[in-house]
């Protein structure tokens, strides 16, 4: 079956330490991209990337991290510099002027 | 720039109610429309979109007309159900470089049906 996974679905962090969230995709997408879900506040991008070896940053970039060396891949990391990381990731992907299709999402919490 | 303003809940209803949430946009030119569902644990699910004016996205009871005159994208069924129960996500989107959609989305609305 073709879709988005990511892992781990529940997460914990110590303060000061960096952890890297997972998403894989085999839809053959060229486009994928990074939310972050708090309540009232709807989702927020982080990082998006349009093809493999490049990324941008979205609304709120500081604090994390990401890579695209394979288009099936692209992994987020918290940084210790993200004040307040506790949240819920979304990972999507798109085709060229397609809709996006997300992944079951990440809970991130720290202790 | 672009902004997504969506009716605040939580929304409770009884079963087989009518339903509104009510969508409103602020954005230059031509977006593509949509609504997402998230149910309690999951990611989104697209339930339904629009790509230009006056165009009317359906999907499992659900409609929403683009109504560019209002800049609105209201989300309605006439019918609910038990399993409608989740959290519903206005949004817009703009191509950018590649033609890949950027999406801009509103804050939610948690709807609860009541048996």
């Known amino acids: 079956d073709g879709g988005i996974t990511q892992s781990p679905k529940y997460l914990f962090r110590k303060e000061g330490q960096n952890v890297t969230l997972s998403c894989e995709q085999n839809?053959?997408?060229?486009?994928m991209y990074w939310y972050r879900q708090d309540p009232g506040q709807g989702l927020r991008l982080i990082y998006y990337?349009?093809?493999?070896?490049?990324?941008q940053k979205g609304d709120i970039a500081e604090g994390y991290s990401v890579s695209r060396e394979k288009k099936e891949s692209f992994p987020l990391t918290v940084t210790s510099a993200q004040k307040n990381p506790t949240a819920f990731y979304l990972c999507?992907?798109?085709?060229?002027?397609?809709?996006?299709?997300f992944g079951p999402g990440t809970r991130l919490t720290v202790l | 720039g672009d902004s997504v303003t969506q009716m605040e809940g939580p929304v409770t209803l009884s079963e087989e109610a009518f339903l509104t949430i009510n969508c409103t946009y602020t954005?230059?030119?031509?977006?593509?429309l949509f609504w997402y569902v998230q149910y309690p644990g999951e990611g989104l699910q697209l339930l339904l979109k629009?790509?230009?004016?006056?165009d009317k996205g359906s999907n499992k009871g659900f409609e929403a007309t683009y109504r560019k005159e209002t800049t609105s994208f209201h989300l309605e069924k006439g019918s609910v159900q038990v399993s409608d129960s989740a959290v519903y996500f206005c949004?817009?989107?703009?191509?950018?470089?590649?033609?890949?959609?950027?999406?801009?989305f509103g804050t939610g609305t948690r709807l609860t049906i009541i048996p």
């Open positions: 949004a817009l989107s703009r191509q950018g470089n590649f033609g890949n959609e950027k999406l801009t």
């Open positions: 954005a230059t030119g031509y977006p593509s």
């Open positions: 839809l053959n997408h060229d486009a």
């Open positions: 629009a790509t230009k004016a006056d």
């Open positions: 999507a992907s798109s085709p060229p002027g397609g809709e996006q299709f």
């Open positions: 990337s349009q093809i493999v070896n490049d990324f």
